[in-house]
């Protein structure tokens, strides 16, 4: 049975300009395309994930009455991902401008929350309904952070068996207690400086203390990196670019890249192998499930837009 994976988050709308250097202040340059697409953290994996074989794929997100509400729900439905929306009539989806410069492959965000509050636990629950059929949940560390910590609780209670991941992008309130509740934190190398670390081995040792079951590290061009409470032992590493650090801790080499093109949704790639490959396979493949996302990652990197290219599943 492929397993029932659950993305719970925000979707965005994205108007992506491209630009020969970035726009200097109060200046006026010529955009060379444009591109109006679904984007957020929500948006991007779940665009991924539909395209990996072998999963059935599920997001709670906010919506509204706006036409770009209906093309959500219209354009996943066909591309096979269950939309489960939590209806706001009045809200105007969130919106992103983002910059893309071609000369150094930066890209800039402008981003317009508007009248979109952010999922609360009791919207989640009464959504979703029926946990049992989950066998994996995938949250956001949203700037409400202990309603997201107070869903993860909840969602742990009524599904123990269930296995959960989350994204921390920026330090929020619960953030410590959260790294302990849900199996698979997906910690970013912004978060980790912010903490204080100024490597991937350093951060996966000073977060792991907070840590009850795994810990997940990534750091752009340096790869990523993950810590098992549970130890490395009976692990198989199949990749000259995994290492075993110690008993505890292995990390994963980045795939060059010689020329950037789009980094918009590398992160989210990274999120979704990860996701995909860990839900297929048992604990024992867990390197394999980091080599993926560090390949989704990469290879995202190479092109426009959250297309997957099919050789990347061969490892």
Known sequence: MPPNILIIGNICKDIIYSTQCYPPEDSKV?????????GGNTGNIVQVLSQLRNCNINCCVKLGSCQFSYYIKSMLKNEGVRVIGVVEPDMDIPESVLIHSNETSSRTCLHYRGNCNDLTCEE??????????????????????????????Q??????????SIDIEKIREGFEEMLSVVD?????????????FDNLQAALAGLSVHCSHALIVTWGDKGAGMWLAQGTDNLTFNSDMLHKVDRNTFTCDAFKVEDIVDSIG???SFSAGFIYCSSQKDKTQLPESLLLACKLAASKLKHCGMTVDPSVLDL
């Open 155 to 164: 969602i742990k209670e009524k599904r123990p068996e269930v296995l959960m």
């Open 184 to 196: 698979y934190p997906i910690v970013s190398k912004e978060v980790c400086r912010a903490l204080g």
């Open 30 to 38: 010529k955009a060379l395309s444009r591109d109006i697409r679904i």
């Open 124 to 153: 989640v629950l009464s959504a979703v309904g029926d946990m049992s059929k989950y066998d994996w949940v995938h949250l956001e560390h949203r700037r409400n952070g202990l309603e997201v910590l107070k869903l993860a609780k």
């Open 266 to 268: 590398a992160g989210d």
